[in-house]
């Protein structure tokens, strides 16, 4: 029987941005900076490896922390993908006020992130060292590669029990506070870092020690604030009781968004093994690049975020006509963002590089350049592309958002075979603007001829 949100839920709105009434634009504005922020400090657990890495053990290191870069986003991007897909549903609850629901799919959230977890846990063991051997990473770097993945990946459980609680506070409107702990783990990040491998000489081991340590402490102080200040999401012994029906909703859910992370990092992997083919100064010159790429994301994937929670809890609410404008304001968003980090990586992009990689090396430089001034024009199609994945997911859709995810893996592949043989390090930099290209046109027609946003928008 459903409850409704009562004393209990007004005890933190004083932290919640309100998604489900008032401006929209502004609601979501407000609460996408706190995860603009947030989404900084996570970068900078791995800039910053790369930054020490690079500056004081070589070029060598930074590129082994590089090509075992898509492992690592193949495994936590399964794993970030279901702990985003179990939130929406805690979203679709929230919004629709149900209370019962809400804390049983917290619940449930639990319960599939510690399988989860142990699974990932268990292939890192097991097949990192020859995955890396069939990626072609450069012999001179495997060992590091492997040694620096291993420890990363063996405490999964870290990084997803992080972001499964701060995905649940931000299905409630608290996106606040997971940047205040994350503020402060990396920071401490950052100190470790430095200590580890300049002072107790750990090499690439000490940067994964210290990135470890860190989100272990954003757990931690995660959890004390839910069990003081949000206890709306903690669940009591009845809301384990097995639901089938809620069960499969959200297995199926976060499956969905887990494959279509796995696949997407996937295809990151298969280009890998083109990049791992120029060399290790172009795997150099690529690995500060994207660094700094990630960095350039950020504001739009602080709105991907927003747009994710406030179309769930609208959708919860039966607010269609919300989505709608919510959606528009959303790619209007990206079109200014874009011409920001246009003019940021036109004047920048070789400081940039040179500041990330600590390299003076013409090939490291110029690569690295090159790679950011293509792509940066094609952030405005990135960000609709993830804008709308991410709308079809939260409004229930979950095959559809996967078959952009499979025109990315085959595009990736293509270039792999026919392009970065012939081409070189041009046809890596041009692969993924032309990619998201195919993906938006799938995902346009996808979401605005989904049936209730279409009928919303007649009536």
């Given at each position: 029987?459903?409850?409704?949100?009562?004393?209990?839920?007004?005890?933190?709105t004083?932290?919640?941005?309100?998604?489900?009434?008032?401006?929209i634009?502004?609601?979501?504005v407000?609460?996408?900076?706190p995860?603009?922020?947030?989404?900084?400090?996570q970068q900078?657990?791995?800039?910053?490896?790369?930054?020490?890495?690079?500056?004081i053990l070589?070029?060598?290191?930074?590129?082994?922390?590089?090509?075992?870069?898509p492992?690592?986003?193949?495994?936590i991007?399964f794993?970030?993908?279901?702990?985003?897909?179990?939130?929406?549903v805690?979203?679709?609850?929230?919004?629709?006020?149900?209370?019962?629901?809400?804390?049983r799919?917290?619940?449930v959230?639990?319960?599939?992130?510690?399988c989860?977890?142990?699974?990932?846990?268990?292939?890192?063991?097991?097949?990192?060292?020859?995955?890396?051997k069939?990626?072609h990473?450069?012999t001179?770097?495997?060992?590091?590669?492997?040694?620096y993945?291993?420890?990363?990946?063996?405490?999964?459980?870290?990084m997803f029990?992080?972001?499964?609680?701060?995905?649940?506070?931000?299905a409630?409107g608290?996106?606040?506070i997971?940047?205040?702990?994350?503020a402060?783990s990396?920071?401490?990040?950052?100190?470790?870092?430095?200590?580890?491998?300049?002072?107790?000489?750990?090499?690439?081991?000490?940067?994964?020690a210290?990135?470890?340590?860190?989100?272990?402490?954003?757990?931690?102080?995660?959890?004390?604030?839910?069990?003081k200040?949000?206890?709306?999401l903690i669940?009591?012994?009845?809301?384990?009781a097995?639901?089938?029906?809620?069960?499969?909703?959200?297995?199926?859910?976060?499956?969905?968004?887990?494959?279509m992370?796995c696949?997407?990092?996937a295809?990151?992997?298969i280009?890998?093994?083109?990049i791992?083919?120029?060399?290790?100064?172009?795997?150099?010159?690529h690995?500060?690049?994207?660094k700094i790429y990630?960095f350039?994301?950020?504001?739009?994937?602080?709105?991907?975020?927003?747009?994710?929670?406030?179309?769930?809890?609208?959708?919860?609410?039966?607010?269609i006509?919300?989505?709608?404008?919510?959606?528009?304001y959303?790619?209007c968003y990206?079109?200014?963002?874009?011409?920001?980090m246009?003019?940021?990586?036109?004047?920048?992009?070789?400081?940039?590089?040179?500041?990330?990689?600590?390299?003076?090396?013409?090939?490291?430089?110029?690569?690295?350049?090159r790679?950011?001034?293509?792509?940066?024009?094609?952030?405005?199609?990135?960000?609709?592309?993830n804008?709308?994945?991410t709308?079809?997911q939260?409004?229930?859709?979950?095959?559809?958002?996967?078959?952009?995810?499979?025109?990315?893996?085959?595009?990736?592949?293509?270039f792999?075979?026919?392009?970065?043989?012939?081409?070189q390090?041009g046809?890596?930099i041009?692969?993924?603007?032309?990619i998201?290209?195919?993906?938006?046109?799938?995902?346009?027609i996808?979401?605005?001829?989904?049936?209730e946003?279409?009928r919303?928008?007649?009536?």
């Amino acid at each position: 029987m459903k409850k409704c949100l009562t004393a209990e839920s007004n005890k933190t709105t004083n932290r919640e941005v309100d998604l489900l009434n008032g401006n929209i634009f502004l609601s979501m504005v407000k609460f996408a900076i706190p995860i603009l922020f947030s989404n900084v400090f996570q970068q900078l657990y791995n800039t910053m490896d790369t930054v020490i890495v690079g500056n004081i053990l070589g070029e060598t290191s930074l590129a082994a922390i590089g090509a075992a870069t898509p492992v690592y986003d193949l495994m936590i991007g399964f794993a970030l993908g279901i702990g985003n897909g179990l939130s929406i549903v805690t979203a679709r609850s929230f919004g629709a006020k149900d209370m019962d629901l809400l804390k049983r799919s917290v619940a449930v959230s639990i319960v599939i992130g510690a399988c989860v977890s142990l699974l990932l846990t268990i292939m890192a063991r097991c097949f990192l060292y020859p995955f890396l051997k069939l990626l072609h990473t450069p012999t001179e770097i495997l060992d590091e590669s492997y040694h620096y993945i291993l420890m990363i990946t063996l405490f999964t459980s870290i990084m997803f029990a992080y972001n499964l609680c701060a995905g649940i506070l931000r299905a409630i409107g608290n996106s606040l506070i997971p940047l205040v702990f994350l503020a402060l783990s990396s920071s401490l990040n950052i100190i470790l870092d430095y200590v580890f491998i300049a002072y107790f000489h750990m090499g690439v081991n000490g940067a994964a020690a210290a990135t470890v340590l860190a989100q272990g402490v954003s757990v931690l102080l995660c959890l004390i604030y839910i069990f003081k200040h949000a206890k709306i999401l903690i669940p009591s012994r009845i809301h384990f009781a097995f639901d089938k029906d809620l069960y499969v909703e959200m297995a199926a859910q976060g499956f969905s968004m887990g494959f279509m992370g796995c696949i997407v990092s996937a295809g990151s992997a298969i280009l890998q093994i083109g990049i791992n083919g120029l060399g290790y100064l172009v795997i150099a010159g690529h690995t500060a690049a994207r660094k700094i790429y990630q960095f350039g994301i950020m504001p739009f994937f602080a709105m991907v975020t927003s747009v994710g929670t406030f179309v769930s809890q609208n959708y919860g609410a039966g607010q269609i006509d919300r989505i709608r404008k919510a959606m528009k304001y959303a790619y209007c968003y990206n079109a200014v963002v874009t011409i920001l980090m246009m003019l940021v990586f036109g004047f920048f992009a070789p400081n940039l590089i040179a500041m990330i990689s600590g390299s003076q090396e013409a090939v490291v430089l110029e690569n690295g350049s090159r790679y950011l001034r293509v792509v940066a024009p094609a952030y405005i199609v990135l960000g609709l592309v993830n804008d709308t994945r991410t709308a079809l997911q939260s409004i229930g859709q979950k095959i559809l958002p996967i078959f952009s995810s499979i025109i990315e893996l085959i595009g990736k592949i293509i270039f792999v075979l026919a392009f970065i043989p012939k081409y070189q390090y041009g046809a890596v930099i041009v692969c993924e603007p032309i990619i998201w290209c195919f993906m938006a046109i799938e995902l346009l027609i996808a979401f605005w001829n989904h049936d209730e946003i279409k009928r919303s928008g007649t009536t």
